[in-house]
Nanobody, 125 residues
Framework: VQLQASGGGLVQAGGSLRLSCVAS????????MGWFRQAPGNEREFVAA????????YYADSVKGRFTISRDKDKNAVYLQMNSLQPEDTAVYYC???????????????????WGQGTKVTVSS
């Protein structure tokens, strides 16, 4: 499975961005996908996750109510709509896929088998 993330950029505080992650390859065995982020000097942290069927979503408390994860089955894509962005949201955002195993909440990066290359989000104050 290959993951291609895009959509990052520079935005002012209070603005919005939508990240995309397109999966290709043996996607029929993907069970869930997630978004993580890593800011300079910080550890990678969970942002949001969704089952491949799209019926369940999970969010970190820090983004709940501001970010929305969604899935397009036809395009094999997962999106992260980010609203009310704040400077503390500045990070490189990575999408990840869990393959061929049951998907739970996807909050732990070790649950994922494949990772995209990352897309940088910078929020200015």
């Amino acid at each position: 499975v290959q993951l291609q993330a895009s959509g990052g950029g520079l935005v002012q505080a209070g603005g919005s961005l939508r990240l995309s992650c397109v999966a290709s390859g043996r996607t029929f065995s993907v069970t869930g996908m997630g978004w993580f982020r890593q800011a300079p000097g910080n550890e990678r942290e969970f942002v949001a996750a969704i089952t491949w069927s799209g019926d369940r979503t999970y969010y970190a408390d820090s983004v709940k109510g501001r970010f929305t994860i969604s899935r397009d089955k036809d395009k094999n894509a997962v999106y992260l709509q980010m609203n009310s962005l704040q400077p503390e949201d500045t990070a490189v955002y990575y999408c990840a896929a869990r393959y061929a195993r049951p998907f739970y909440q996807g909050r732990n990066g070790n649950e994922y088998n494949y990772w995209g290359q990352g897309t940088k989000v910078t929020v200015s104050s």
